[in-house]
């Protein structure tokens, strides 16, 4: 038996995003699995016992809440080692790319991408110089990381001079309520939120990265241009910096056509992938993607950016834009509203591309990285 010790920090009710829904299906397969172990969740703040997955989790919480560099210090520095030996935990699963220098505790590190190495002005000025003097560190200590594509693995490697064979490629996956709807269940979700039309739909917060100024040029350029009824609605919170979107929607002649959802429950989410013409995801820079994934398994295909981790995640089901260009967005938005036969021509590749990808396989993946870490530890029987 071992003591697994998790960052369990972003396992937060109803605020589930991408780290948390990471932490969400992977953590629950392990606690289900593997019976045999302990699992010492670390949470900042009160938990929702919807997350004590099993008798065989022990849920901790430590002072300070994490959502600050220096109480990220605070945190994993001091707060934490303080409970890997009161619980006497001896190995430790970190799934948000931050783990304890000062902890002498083997440590399996997930780094999702290294956006703030490429996009340094989009991350406030703090969290910037945290990151740029804490990853690298990370990266050297930790035994073991994981990341969720090639290109993650590739940049990684790259940037913060991991070996790799080090490094792991687990993938994302897709909750198992992204479904196909049927037809009247799709014209039930556009009366109620897209004005009895077909829609683009973006997901995801609303952040300079992830490009919706661009995005929101592009379908502008669509309306234009095209005859369709199509909107466009934006399904996430709004983050840091975000003013330019609002800037940008006063200007548009077709303002009307973008609705706003804002954050959209776990439950209400499915059904509006589901219901959508196709995805509009064309960030920036991505270290997954999981918006597309979640689409291919509702049978809607996505129009992504030709940049980073996303060629890799849409495959050939997905159609490719310059995410610099308005007008290549605006292009694949017309070719897959024009073009006929596309679509479901898109639809049927995906539905071969994603047998790739499921949290499942990522678990799973996730816990042969634990099994790499376990045999360079073998003198503290880990597993």
């Known amino acids: 038996m071992s003591k697994i010790a998790i960052n369990t920090r972003f396992l937060l009710p109803d605020k589930l995003e991408g780290i948390g829904w990471f932490s969400y299906e992977v953590l629950k397969r392990w606690v289900e699995w593997h ?3 302990d699992f010492i969740f670390i949470f900042d703040r009160k938990y929702d016992e919807q997350f004590i ?3 065989n989790v022990t849920p901790v919480v430590t002072f300070p809440q994490a959502r600050h560099p220096f109480l990220f210090y605070w945190w994993f520095e001091l707060s934490l080692p303080v409970v890997f030996r009161k619980h006497n935990a001896n190995i430790f699963m970190s799934p948000d790319g931050f783990m304890s220098l000062a902890a002498n505790i083997p440590t399996l590190l997930v780094i999702h991408d290294i956006a703030w190495k490429h996009f340094p002005t989009h991350i406030p000025f703090l969290y910037r110089k945290h990151y740029e003097h804490y990853m690298p560190l990370f990266a050297k200590k930790a035994d073991q990381i994981a ?3 090639e290109f993650s693995k590739q940049d990684i490697i790259q940037h913060l001079g991991v070996v ?4 792991d490629v687990v993938y994302d996956g897709a909750n198992k309520s992204f479904i196909p709807l049927s037809l009247e269940e799709r014209v039930k979700v556009e009366d109620e939120y897209s004005q009895g039309c077909p829609y683009f739909l973006y997901v995801g917060s609303i952040h300079p990265r992830k490009n919706v100024v661009r995005l929101l040029q592009a379908f502008e350029q669509f309306k234009s241009k095209a005859d369709s009824p199509m909107k466009l609605l934006l399904a996430g919170r709004i983050a840091w910096q975000s003013g330019e979107v609002g800037e940008q929607l006063e ?9 706003f959802l804002g954050y959209t429950s776990e439950l209400l989410l499915p059904k509006i992938v589901a219901s959508a013409f196709a995805i509009t995801y064309v960030s920036l820079f ?3 993607g999981i918006p597309m994934l979640e689409a291919m398994y509702c049978d809607v295909p996505s129009i992504t950016s030709s940049t980073s981790s996303m060629p890799e995640v849409v495959g050939d089901a997905g159609l490719l834009a310059d995410p610099y260009s308005v007008d290549s967005v605006a292009n694949q938005m017309l070719r897959i509203w024009n073009e ?7 639809i049927e ?5 994603r047998q790739k990808f499921s949290w499942d396989l990522t678990a799973e993946k996730m816990w042969s990285s634990m099994e790499k870490l376990a045999l360079r530890n073998l003198n503290n029987k880990i597993l």
């Open 53 to 55: 997955f099993g008798s």
């Open 147 to 149: 990341t969720v594509s």
């Open 251 to 259: 200007k548009m002649q077709h303002k009307n056509e973008v609705i």
């Open 164 to 167: 790799p064979d080090k490094i």
């Open 349 to 353: 590749k995906g539905k071969i591309h």
């Open 340 to 346: 006929k036969g596309l679509r479901e021509n898109l």
């Open 286 to 288: 991505e270290g997954f």
């Open 35 to 37: 019976p045999e172990h």
